[in-house]
């Protein structure tokens, strides 16, 4: 399935543990209708996958899939990136953290609590620009050994790999 499906073996991580009991999704009896309008037309959820490059797509209110789609030979027992979606969840994670009182604020440094990031610029911003995006610090793909793309960062070990890129 590629990269996208293994990057865990490609960048350093970290574990997360499954729930002891996890949080079940119940599925909806019927899916319900989904339309949207776009351009004076009206279009369904499988008119926009047949229009866009979308691997995965999900609707669900509280704890019920309402909507599931697959494309390119991916099911739900694929492993996918997450990208973008990556932030939302994170930006949940860091407002229950907080509730919970393992964060003071997100006005605090990243790398209070990522010791990692000490002497970055990512370490330095706050958890509220990293959150939106706004650390001002400067992005390219260009990496300290020359290579030009987020997904060569692939070396575990410290001071190279994605660490260094942040840098």
Known sequence: MGSHSHLDQIFAGRLVSRATTPSRL??????????????????TVDDYLARHPVTGFLIARDDTILVERYQYARNDQ?????WSMAKTVTAMLIGIAIAEGRIRSVDDRADAYVPDLVGTE???????HLLQMSSGVRFSRSTPDGTTS???HGTRSPGSGLAAWMR
Not at 26 to 43: I, N
Not at 78 to 82: A, G, I, K, N, P
């Open 78 to 82: 694929h492993r996918l990136t997450s």
């Open 122 to 128: 990512y370490g330095g911003t706050s958890l509220r």
């Open 26 to 43: 119940a599925r909806a009896a019927s899916e319900p209708t989904q339309r949207y309008d776009y351009e004076g037309e009206s279009f």
């Open 150 to 152: 987020c997904s060569s």
